[in-house]
């Protein structure tokens, strides 16, 4: 049976204790399988096939008529308020991509059911109503410009969201948002899509360690032929020239969007 993560952002840890490596992240209203339990721990596995020891409290069963239609968050963080009305404090923080209940709409605010039973309120201009609103357009230039809003999110290891991310972690995310999906590591991204000698906007580009031909560490995209957008371990979210930057540890490229 699927339960769904009921926190806006539930740490997957290597081993069930909150001291160990935390491998990925699982965020609000994602489904996830239970794998195995550890007194209050429990390993999930993602929809992208990702597993990880998350705490119990972490997810809960489906609410009653947990069914389309679906609002999508559209800002990097929505406040979630228990009425329509912005001078209330957010009761929860819900981050870009996640998707809930859509229970009320009009101009100004939305109703959305968390999957704890809650129905919470934020402004409509934050939420895409899934198959009703425009799909997000995959092409290069749409892809840049959702890369370029996270510029300056701290990096992460093992993060999934603007709280802080990851490189596999960013890159998985911006295309997610425009229908495009791509495994957790960046290992794993490195066998998706097809191989590429010039890469360019949109394309993603792999690094290994300077000892490590044939391992890869590091994932970025191409924003144009010479600029990628990565998140940088210990630093950021930022955007490096591909010729100058960890230019002695890149591999290869590789085509994930379908070109027209």
């Not at 590591?185 to 300077?210: I, S």
Request: glycine letters at 10%.
């Amino acid at each position: 049976m699927k339960h769904l993560i009921s926190r806006s952002v539930a740490p997957m840890h290597l081993r069930p204790d909150a001291c160990t490596e935390q491998v990925s992240q699982a965020l609000l209203g994602m489904p996830v399988e239970v794998q195995a339990q550890d007194g209050n721990w429990s390993r999930v596995r993602t929809p992208d096939g990702y597993e990880g020891w998350v705490e119990v409290g972490s997810y809960t069963q489906p609410p009653a008529a947990w069914e389309g239609p679906w609002g999508e968050i559209e800002e990097l963080w929505a406040n979630l308020r228990p009425e329509a009305d912005y001078r209330l404090a957010a009761h929860v923080h819900a981050p870009i991509g996640v998707r809930l209940h859509l229970v009320e709409r009009d101009e100004k605010w939305t109703g959305l059911r968390l999957p704890d039973g809650r129905t919470l309120w934020t402004e409509s201009h934050r939420v895409r109503v899934v198959d009703r609103d425009p799909l997000r357009p995959a092409s290069p230039r749409a892809l840049a410009r959702t890369a370029r809003r996270f510029l300056g999110v701290p990096y992460l290891w093992g993060g999934c969201s603007p709280l802080g991310i990851d490189c596999s972690g960013f890159v998985q995310l911006v295309m997610r948002l425009h229908g495009i999906e791509l495994l957790r590591d960046a290992y794993l991204q490195g066998e998706q899509g097809n191989p590429v000698e010039r890469p360019g906007a949109a394309d993603l580009v792999f690094f290994g360690p300077a000892d490590g031909a044939d391992r890869i560490t590091h994932v970025g995209m191409m924003l144009d032929e010479r600029r990628f957008i990565h998140a940088k371990g210990s630093e950021c979210v930022r955007i490096d020239v591909l010729e100058t930057h960890r230019a002695h540890t890149f591999r290869f490229a590789r085509r994930v969007l379908p070109r027209g």
